[in-house]
């Protein structure tokens, strides 16, 4: 982890808690009514009926954010809102509707348990408790515990800073015509959208050709972040000059090429004090290298205590590896009758767009497991929507 920082509550969505955040008061801070209806004493209604009504005297009201402040009398009562604290004394609230009003005089229709329609103080969360682990990602639904709380700042994590580089003489920006023997970058868009999907703003440093001093140039650029990610340019071919320029450059390599398809030559190393990805320049390998490897690494940089991303799923028809490598198949993920289900997209390849934009998820197989068949149930990476964790 890379330290921390405090933000302001109302941008902490997404951030990771640095440390545990404990309750400094009872929440809520005073016992309070959960109904509108007449606050009393619970004793003072024994034997009410609907023909047998017990008579108590209204002596006032109280209304969120007012206080009363004497103590109810036996065979009195007070009109209270939801969310009014309860007046000393009262120990039970009989709702609107369960009572008659004459005049100055309530008519209670049924005896009422001690305690109903009443909401005591720290029965959401007591004082002294951890509201929030050191670890825990805040999310949108947790923003009204932490206000609740009044943390107007919040202890998080810091966020690495991440530069993003393109290499290949083929690649051009997506808004330029196509010349001969060349693709647009894709790449470089995918990476930037799944960088911000973990509430990362990275440093696009653009396209690069292959030429050694260019790509050094380029380099040298990206000093100073905590994370530098290139795609493509990591294999073995004559033209991938990334890991020989890094090495030359004096990249510390961690490991190079895993037993993973799509995605085997993957790069892995320190540089100059950051973090090094080579990522495959072929679209789904570049995806799949993210998920993998990057997206773990990124939480666990950001200090999360586990993230875990995998979901089971059915599987709707076989599935057959020809080698023994982890590998990802592009997928439809999707619910019948309660059960999430799976299918393989119809056409899989490292390098097919269409494969990746027919699918929502990744199947992942291990390498041990060579064939699934119809309805074996298997490991799934949703890619995003309604289904993402």
Same mark, same amino acid.
């Given at each position: 982890?890379?330290?921390?920082?405090?933000?302001?509550?109302?941008?902490?969505?997404?951030?990771?808690?640095?440390?545990?955040?404990?309750?400094?008061?009872?929440?809520?801070?005073?016992?309070?009514?959960?109904?509108?209806?007449?606050?009393?004493?619970?004793?003072?209604?024994?034997?009410?009926?609907?023909?047998?009504?017990?008579?108590?005297?209204?002596?006032?009201?109280?209304?969120?954010?007012?206080?009363?402040?004497?103590?109810?009398?036996?065979?009195?009562?007070?009109?209270?809102? /939801?969310?009014?604290?309860?007046?000393?004394?009262?120990?039970?609230?009989?709702?609107?509707?369960?009572?008659?009003?004459?005049?100055?005089?309530?008519?209670?229709?049924?005896?009422?348990?001690?305690?109903?329609?009443?909401?005591?103080?720290?029965?959401?969360?007591?004082?002294?408790?951890?509201?929030?682990?050191?670890?825990?990602?805040?999310?949108?639904?947790?923003?009204?515990?932490?206000?609740?709380?009044?943390?107007?700042?919040?202890?998080?994590?810091?966020?690495?800073?991440?530069?993003?580089?393109?290499?290949?003489?083929?690649?051009?920006?997506?808004?330029?015509?196509?010349?001969?023997?060349?693709?647009?970058?894709?790449?470089?868009?995918?990476?930037?959208?799944?960088?911000?999907?973990?509430?990362?703003?990275?440093?696009?440093?653009?396209?690069?050709?292959?030429?050694?001093?260019?790509?050094?140039?380029?380099?040298?650029?990206?000093?100073?972040?905590?994370?530098?990610?290139?795609?493509?340019?990591?294999?073995?071919?004559?033209?991938?000059?990334?890991?020989?320029?890094?090495?030359?450059?004096?990249?510390?390599?961690?490991?190079?090429?895993?037993?993973?398809?799509?995605?085997?030559?993957?790069?892995?190393?320190?540089?100059?004090?950051?973090?090094?990805?080579?990522?495959?320049?072929?679209?789904?390998?570049?995806?799949?290298?993210?998920?993998?490897?990057?997206?773990?690494?990124?939480?666990?940089?950001?200090?999360?205590?586990?993230?875990?991303?995998?979901?089971?799923?059915?599987?709707?028809?076989?599935?057959?590896?020809?080698?023994?490598?982890?590998?990802?198949? /592009?997928?439809?993920?999707?619910?019948?009758?309660?059960?999430?289900?799976? /299918?393989?997209?119809?056409?899989?390849?490292? #390098?097919?767009?269409?494969?990746?934009?027919?699918?929502?998820?990744?199947?992942?197989?291990?390498?041990?497991?060579?064939?699934?068949?119809? #309805?074996?149930?298997?490991?799934?990476?949703?890619?995003?929507?309604?289904?993402?964790?």
């Amino acid at each position: 982890p890379l330290g921390d920082e405090e933000v302001l509550l109302a941008s902490s969505v997404g951030r990771v808690m640095a440390r545990d955040l404990i309750a400094e008061a009872d929440l809520p801070p005073f016992d309070n009514s959960a109904m509108d209806g007449y606050a009393l004493w619970s004793s003072d209604t024994a034997g009410a009926a609907n023909d047998h009504p017990v008579q108590l005297r209204l002596v006032g009201e109280v209304a969120a954010g007012s206080v009363w402040d004497r103590r109810l009398s036996h065979g009195d009562t007070v009109k209270i809102m /939801t969310g009014a604290p309860m007046p000393p004394g009262a120990d039970s609230v009989v709702m609107l509707e369960e009572a008659r009003l004459r005049g100055d005089v309530v008519e209670i229709l049924g005896s009422v348990p001690i305690g109903s329609h009443v909401r005591p103080a720290g029965e959401d969360i007591r004082r002294g408790t951890v509201a929030l682990e050191a670890g825990t990602r805040i999310r949108l639904e947790r923003l009204g515990l932490l206000a609740g709380l009044g943390y107007a700042r919040v202890p998080v994590t810091r966020r690495p800073t991440v530069a993003v580089l393109a290499t290949g003489s083929e690649l051009v920006d997506v808004a330029e015509p196509l010349a001969a023997g060349k693709i647009r970058n894709s790449n470089g868009l995918v990476l930037d959208a799944l960088l911000r999907r973990v509430g990362i703003e990275p440093d696009d440093l653009g396209t690069v050709v292959d030429q050694r001093d260019l790509l050094g140039q380029r380099l040298e650029a990206a000093a100073g972040h905590d994370l530098l990610l290139i795609s493509g340019g990591v294999s073995v071919g004559e033209h991938d000059l990334v890991k020989r320029v890094l090495c030359e450059a004096g990249l510390d390599t961690i490991f190079w090429r895993v037993n993973m398809k799509p995605g085997k030559p993957l790069l892995f190393g320190r540089w100059r004090g950051q973090a090094v990805f080579g990522l495959p320049g072929n679209p789904i390998s570049c995806v799949v290298g993210f998920l993998a490897f990057i997206e773990p690494f990124l939480w666990k940089v950001m200090g999360v205590a586990s993230e875990d991303r995998l979901l089971q799923a059915r599987l709707t028809q076989p599935l057959r590896k020809q080698e023994p490598k982890t590998q990802w198949f /592009t997928a439809r993920l999707s619910e019948e009758q309660g059960a999430l289900v799976v /299918t393989p997209t119809p056409q899989q390849g490292s #390098g097919m767009l269409t494969s990746l934009a027919q699918a929502n998820a990744f199947i992942v197989v291990p390498e041990e497991r060579m064939r699934c068949a119809a #309805g074996d149930v298997v490991d799934v990476v949703p890619l995003g929507g309604d289904l993402w964790p």
